[in-house]
């Protein structure tokens, strides 16, 4: 399961219906409050973040995320524009880092290298 969050909803669109097709359940949300509860009550194999979220911003959730006990274990992929934010970003605890704009594949391929996961091979609900 995954979970896209990004405050475009075009982006979290076009990122759930790629990773649809590889059989990937996915939810997404639109800000930093969302995306937290989103991951505690969903707790979610990956999540794929965007930094530049509005009411708490991705690097305050990623932090807010590894303080939980329930949500501290789930890889998070941080997505920005901003290149000056790598480090912010992975003090707060991300595991990986991409810049935008970010393909799907490219997603695809990092949630893949996360979850160590052949890249041919999706990710079916109830699946780790």
Known sequence: MVL????DPAVCLMQAIYLKELGCQVFTAHDGFAALEHASALLPDVIVMSL????LD??????????????????????????????KAFEA?????????????????????????PESRAIRPGQS
Request: proline fraction near 8%; hydrophobic fraction near 40%; charged fraction near 20%.
């Open 4 to 7: 896209v969050v990004d405050f």
């Open 52 to 55: 530049d979220i509005p009411r």
């Open 58 to 87: 991705g690097c305050e959730a990623i932090r807010r995320l590894n303080e939980s006990s329930s949500t501290r274990r789930i890889p998070v992929v941080a997505v920005t524009e901003d290149p000056n934010s790598r480090l």
């Open 93 to 117: 605890g991300c595991t990986a880092y991409l810049m935008k704009p970010c393909t799907p594949q490219i997603i695809w391929a990092q949630i893949c290298a996360l979850l160590r996961l």
